[in-house]
């Protein structure tokens, strides 16, 4: 009895948490999806979420497709298939590390961003503000965020991707003695329309999951500066921790037999 | 007449906490209400019930005699377009520069032309005492006093019919705060507006009120006309407009 009760409390929280949840995500997709739409403020989101992103999801991607490449040869050479080890690199690389390494960074970056702003607006009374003004704050604030981020994760992604092939080329050209033009060969002929398609996949839902996390810590966040700072480090946990239970499910649901 | 505004028995807690206990109160068309007492007493929060930012837990608020205490969508769309708010706090938009935080009901909530829109602005910022300098500036740039400034002609900016003013002159100096206090009142008396506002200051009172209310543990103790202030008779209005500290008014302190 004494030992089940916290567990009972901890799944009550969990369900009123995910039940939060769900309310908030429903009229915030309804947001992105009905009139009006505000498109120059989904623009510049999309450049503070993409392209200012770019220098810390390229790098991340860089040094893991090297990575990648360094440990799959010392591994392989055991069972002598170095061979493989373009195939490792583009594999991991598209269907998995890409979009979960960029997601999480950006979670980091623009996640927490998102529901530092948005909390500092909810206790500086400017939400309140915006709704005295005829403004709903979900569709000005909320709305944007959430169609950019899904959006831009995208082509993001896609940029990981390659700079983490190249990565992996890298290495294996200037290290490890491949034919270069065997080793990009390799690559192009193993990889799968499948295996980009479904990474990308993976990245707007991580963008969704990101933004919404973002934006709903923010939005219920209370109590001055300290429930700001809860606010960002409940969106990042949250995010992060989302994005590694989705990735699983998404695998499932492509690849699982 | 109908009541522009009218308060029955308005009930908000937060926890166990009570804050309104049963605010009844009644404001016509082109008066000017000032609600006063002591801080902490919910006079903020009897504002956000109004306007709907929380909500009540009882009682009934009326606008023009159609109820909109639970009011939501639509119809809490039409009663704030006809609403202007200074906020007790300044919450001006901080991203974005003074001239678009005045215009910003205009462009957003009217969908009037940014051009046409910071027209006004300008002229709404020049009728609060500032020039057309400031426009440019952000909210982090300006003192306290400039911020309240600012978000006065926010609230002014769409010449709304009901307006809100929480604590409207604090930390202005005199003169500003009369500067401010008169353009309150014309509002009132020039163009019709009908205006609640909360202030701790009495020359305020005298200046803006043609009604007081006073507000003490979650009720409405007194109401009465301006005029009446000095003479109500009621020993917690004399205590606070004199501002004294022994009378029947407790403060939560303790001698240490
Ligand atoms: N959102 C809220 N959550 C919990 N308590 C609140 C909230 N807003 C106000 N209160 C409480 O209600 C009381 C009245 O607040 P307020 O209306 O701001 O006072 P004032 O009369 O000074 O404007 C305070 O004790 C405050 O702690
Ligand atoms: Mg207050």
New interface residues.
């Given amino acids: 009895m004494v030992l089940l009760q916290p567990i009972g409390r901890a799944v009550l929280a969990l369900l009123a948490a995910t039940g939060r949840v769900a309310l908030f995500t429903g009229p915030a997709v309804g947001h992105c999806v009905s009139p009006p739409i505000y498109w120059r403020a989904i623009l510049r989101q999309m450049v503070d979420i993409g392209f200012y992103s770019l220098p810390v999801v390229g790098l991340t991607a860089l040094f893991t497709g090297m990575v990648l490449a360094l440990q799959s040869y010392t591994g392989f050479a055991r069972f002598n298939a170095e061979g493989a080890v373009a195939n490792v690199v583009v594999l991991s690389m598209t269907r998995e590390l890409g979009p979960v390494l960029a997601g999480l960074m950006v979670a980091g970056r623009v996640g927490a961003a998102m529901a530092a702003?948005i909390g500092?607006?909810r206790v500086?009374?400017?939400i309140?503000?915006?709704?005295?003004?005829?403004?709903n704050p979900m569709k000005?604030l909320v709305a944007p965020r959430i169609v950019a981020a899904t959006l831009v994760m995208v082509p993001l992604v896609l940029v990981a991707d390659i700079v983490g092939v190249m990565g992996g080329w890298l290495v294996s050209v200037t290290k490890l003695n491949f034919n270069s033009s065997t080793y990009l060969l390799n690559t192009l002929t193993f990889v799968q329309t499948m295996d980009v398609v479904s990474g990308l996949v993976k990245a707007a839902v991580f963008g969704f999951v990101v933004s919404l996390m973002g934006c709903y810590h923010g939005f219920n966040s209370r109590g001055g500066a300290r429930g700001v700072g809860t606010a960002t480090t409940n969106a990042v946990v949250s995010a992060s921790i989302l994005i590694l239970l989705l990735d699983y499910v998404l695998t499932a649901m492509f690849f699982g037999a | 007449m109908t009541a522009k505004l009218s308060l029955r028995d308005v009930t908000k807690s937060f926890g166990s906490k009570t804050v309104l206990a049963g605010v009844t109160v009644d404001v016509q068309p082109g008066e000017s209400l000032v609600i006063i007492g002591g801080s902490g007493t919910g006079k903020s929060v009897t504002l956000k019930c109004i306007l709907g930012l929380l909500e009540a837990d009882g009682g009934s608020i009326h606008c023009d005699g159609r109820e909109i205490t639970h009011a939501r969508g639509a119809e809490r769309a039409a009663f704030l377009s006809r609403i202007g708010m200074l906020f007790q706090g300044a919450a001006l938009f901080d991203s974005l520069p003074v001239w678009q935080n005045v215009a910003f009901g205009l462009i957003q909530g009217r969908g009037m032309a940014a051009l046409e829109a910071k027209d006004v602005a300008l002229t709404k910022l020049a009728a609060v005492g500032l020039g057309p300098e400031v426009a440019a500036l952000f909210p982090s740039e300006l003192s306290g006093g400039m911020q309240k400034r600012v978000s006065l002609a926010r609230a002014i900016a769409t010449d709304p019919e009901i307006l809100f003013f929480d604590e409207p002159t604090t930390g202005l100096d005199p003169i500003m705060a009369d500067v401010i206090n008169s353009l309150i009142r014309d509002r009132v008396d020039d163009l019709g507006a009908t205006a609640i506002s909360i202030t701790h200051d009495m020359a305020s009172v005298r200046k803006i009120a043609t009604k007081v209310a006073m507000l003490y543990q979650g009720r409405i103790i007194w109401c009465g006309p301006v005029e009446e202030i000095d003479h109500s008779g009621n020993a917690f209005v004399d205590q606070f407009i004199h501002g004294r500290a022994d009378g029947p008014i407790r403060m939560a302190v303790r001698a240490g």
């Fill in positions: 702003e500092t607006m500086t009374e400017q309140d503000a915006l709704t005295t003004l005829s403004t000005y």
